[in-house]
């Protein structure tokens, strides 16, 4: 398995652009979370899904922030208009959640580098 | 509410010398703990967790952790570390009475072996 991929690695944008992230969760993974990693905060849940549907997304810092799962290979995060502040590295993670909560481990794609000037 | 404290910023050692990385947690319910790596400009790669069983968990690269619920603790060792072993290492935990397996994670320790 390719692992928990993410795009793009990199990102360059100017304050009030519009940016996507992207995310392909492991096969078979139906759980997908979202973080967001910077030195002053460490290392912050954003919002997960389970089965496709968002359960909780109370670490969503803004209303700029959404975040859609349309189906099970795929999420994207959009912040719209960026921010500086909004410059991170954004992780996605997929984890095999069973029936009755049965917990497993995250596993996490290689980040998103997001720098906004 | 579930909580995770890594106490040390850095933790320094030799190489060859036992390296210990310590954890605390507060949880509600059993908890289910786990600890990360993570390379320079890289994701989050999982070690090793505990959820039941024996309180002596071994996992990746030669690590293992020990559960201790008394002291609520789950310190991550490694018995003769590596050059290769530094990295920044998170330990994580997720509260029983949590049916969607959200964790929190620790702050981070940045480990750092010396030649």
């Not at chain 1, 959404?66 to 995060?77: E, I, R, Y």
């Not at chain 1, 991170?88 to 993670?93: H, L, N, P, T």
């Not at chain 2, 609520?72 to 072993?85: G, I, Q």
């Amino acid at each position: 398995d390719a692992g928990v991929i993410q795009s793009p690695r990199h990102e360059v944008t100017e304050m009030g652009q519009e940016v996507t992230l992207r995310c392909k969760p492991i096969s078979g993974h139906n759980s997908l979370f979202w973080y967001r990693q910077t030195m002053m905060r460490g290392l912050e849940l954003l919002i997960y899904f389970n089965n496709n549907v968002p359960i909780d997304d109370s670490g969503m810092p803004e209303d700029r922030f959404s975040a859609k799962m349309p189906n099970a290979s795929f999420s994207t995060l959009k912040i719209q208009p960026s921010e500086p502040r909004d410059s991170a590295v954004y992780f996605c993670a997929s984890r095999q959640r069973l029936a009755g909560g049965s917990s497993y481990e995250q596993y996490f794609g290689p980040g998103t580098r997001l720098t906004v000037t | 509410a579930q909580s995770v404290a890594q106490p040390e910023d850095q933790v320094n050692v030799a190489e060859g010398n036992p390296l210990t990385v310590k954890c605390t947690y507060s949880v509600s319910g059993n908890p289910y703990l786990f600890w990360y790596v993570q390379y320079p400009n890289r994701g989050l790669q999982f070690l090793l967790k505990y959820i039941t069983g024996d309180n002596l968990v071994k996992g990746s690269y030669g690590f293992e952790a020990e559960f201790n619920k008394s002291q609520t603790s789950f310190h991550l060792k490694k018995p003769s570390a590596l050059v290769s072993d530094s990295a920044l290492y998170f330990c994580a935990v997720r509260g029983g009475t949590d049916s969607w397996g959200k964790l929190q994670f620790g702050a981070g320790t940045q480990v750092v072996v010396t030649p």
